[in-house]
């Protein structure tokens, strides 16, 4: 999981000029009576980064729900406002998904969704570039008592390291994931906590950490034949210190090298066990 810089572009602008470039008079005049209630909800939406719980939803009639929900189609390819789609996706670092930090953009998420904020339709900080799974899998899911989904475009993972490998050295090399979080653990972990559970990222870290750990089995085995398991531990460690020093440590990349590093039995010849890649 990580932030994503904010869209440049002036939001009430674009909500203008996509409004006027609706097709039927009668929508263009139904969007043009309720855009002061649009554009004032857009403000707090920004002065409160989009938190469910601080952001009301306007209240429209049918008519202007479907208006303003129809406003979004004006993003698709070959209509005049495709580019607006364009450069939201450019805003994640290599193409990665924010929510996931693995599957590669493709979609646009309605962080507040549409069919409840039709009014956030086309606002830009509500569209949040994300791959298909993660898309799929969050829906018009914000907000429940347990938690909610961070916002990528406001919001970092915590600071502190509470997304947690384990490694089990068996008849092959299992890595599983968890989030150590307390009854008493901060809102901002719980939400952290929460869209790791939401976005099942325990079972696509598992799967993410063993293709890569098949990738890195020529390495292994070489600095194993150099200096036996020390070598191994010390590559590890290094490899840890690299992905907390550019990701962080709640990171799944970040949590499995210190995982790995503090596994004797994984440097001592386990790495053997990994399956066939």
Not at 62 to 88: F, T, V
Request: proline letters at 5%; hydrophobic letters at 35%; one cysteine or more.
């Amino acid at each position: 999981m990580h932030t994503l810089p904010e869209p440049s572009r002036d939001d009430n602008l674009v909500f203008t000029e996509i409004c006027q470039a609706r097709r039927y008079r009668s929508v263009r005049a139904a969007l043009a009576a309720i855009s002061p209630s649009v554009l004032k909800s857009y403000q707090t939406y920004i002065d409160e980064r989009g938190v469910p719980s601080r952001v009301a939803e306007l209240g429209v009639s049918d008519d202007g729900k479907e208006a303003l929900i129809g406003n979004y189609d004006q993003l698709s390819s070959g209509r005049p406002h495709a580019m607006l789609r364009a450069e939201l996706l450019a805003l994640a670092p290599a193409g990665r998904c924010p929510m996931c930090d693995r599957g590669q953009v493709a979609t646009l998420d309605h962080f507040l969704p549409k069919a409840r904020y039709p009014e956030f339709s086309v606002l830009l900080r509500n569209l949040v570039p994300v791959c298909h799974r993660c898309n799929n899998l969050k829906r018009d899911l914000v907000e429940e008592l347990e938690g909610r989904f961070l916002h990528s475009y406001y919001e970092s993972p915590p600071l502190e390291p509470i997304l947690r490998a384990e490694v089990d050295v068996g008849e092959t090399v299992a890595v599983s994931y968890s989030v150590s979080s307390t009854p008493s653990a901060s809102d901002h972990v719980r939400n952290f906590q929460f869209q790791f559970e939401r976005l099942q990222l325990d079972r696509y870290f598992q799967a993410e950490a063993v293709a890569e750990l098949c990738d890195r089995s020529w390495a292994l085995d070489a600095y194993y034949d150099e200096g036996n398991k020390d070598a191994v531990r010390r590559y590890l460690r290094r490899e840890a210190d690299s992905a907390v020093a550019r990701h962080g440590f709640n990171h799944w990349k970040s949590a499995l090298f210190i995982a790995l590093s503090d596994s004797g039995e994984f440097c001592d010849g386990g790495f053997h066990l990994l399956p066939a890649s």
